[in-house]
């Protein structure tokens, strides 16, 4: 499990378990600090039904991203509020 010190303290476990099961609300993004996007995956589900299948892809990304990876992009440093997980930063 990734522990960042000195970092924001988000975990890539619990990020790509929120984005498997309540991916469809962004929950996800919410919590990495991404709040347009959550709010983008939360119009996606309700309009176009998109944001489940874009939440498990996300989660699937977020538990495969190596532990350096993942505290290099959301435990060292804010997140943008309209950045996705598959987004290069």
Do not use: Q, W
């Not at 476990?13 to 990495?32: K, N, Q, T």
């Not at 190596?66 to 997140?79: E, G, L, M, Q």
Request: glycine share 14%; hydrophobic share 50%.
């Amino acid at each position: 499990m990734s522990t960042a010190a000195g970092g924001r303290g988000k975990s890539k476990v619990v990020a790509g378990v929120l984005a498997i099961l309540l991916g469809g609300l962004g929950i996800h993004h919410f919590y990495l600090g991404s709040m347009m996007a959550g709010v983008i995956c939360i119009v996606a589900s309700c309009f176009f039904g998109l944001g489940t299948i874009l939440g498990i892809i996300e989660g699937i990304l977020l538990l495969v991203m190596s532990d350096a990876d993942f505290d290099a992009k959301y435990n060292f440093r804010t997140p943008e509020s309209m950045e996705f997980v598959f987004m290069k930063k």
